[in-house]
């Protein structure tokens, strides 16, 4: 009795064939999961850069504009960065006025993801720029669903 052991070939194209179907299903899954995980770090910053300005506007009556560019005019403790460090963060922060209105009445706080002075590989091409101002009004420059 000679018994062979093994896989032919044509097995292993059709495993090959099955792997390649299930990754090519899975992966947009779970990079479009890892894109809505990051964006929680700009809305967690905005939330944060918000708060820090009602403070601000209680002590100073008014808001104060930010960005990274006036980062040594801009008040103290005002990040212009999402994350830990600003080589680190995802988004870009900048605050202004509301449109069409004063600083001193309403601020504008704007998340940009992936600038050249963050991680500029960071895209999110759902949403992109988020914004979230005195008033509580949120938005993003994208189509998607980008805040709960």
């Known amino acids: 009795m000679n018994i062979k052991s093994g896989f032919t070939l044509i097995e292993m194209l059709v495993v090959l064939v099955i792997l390649s179907i299930l990754v090519s299903v899975a992966y947009p899954s779970y990079a479009g999961h890892v894109v809505r995980t990051k964006r929680t770090e700009g809305q967690i910053a905005l939330i944060e850069a ?8 209680l002590q100073h009556n008014t808001y104060a504009e930010f960005s990274a560019s006036s980062e ?3 008040p103290q ?4 960065w999402s994350g830990a460090s600003a080589g680190s963060s ?7 006025a509301c449109p069409g209105r004063d600083i001193a009445d309403c601020v504008e706080v704007r998340a940009t993801p992936g600038t050249d002075k963050v991680d500029g ?11 979230l101002d005195s008033l509580g009004t949120h938005a993003s420059a994208g189509t998607g669903r980008c805040w709960p």
């Open 50 to 57: 918000i708060q820090q300005q009602e403070r601000y506007h």
């Open 72 to 74: 040594a005019t801009a």
């Open 77 to 80: 403790g005002f990040r212009w």
């Open 90 to 96: 995802l988004y870009e922060l900048e605050a202004y």
């Open 121 to 131: 590989r960071f895209r999110d091409r759902e949403c992109g720029a988020l914004t």
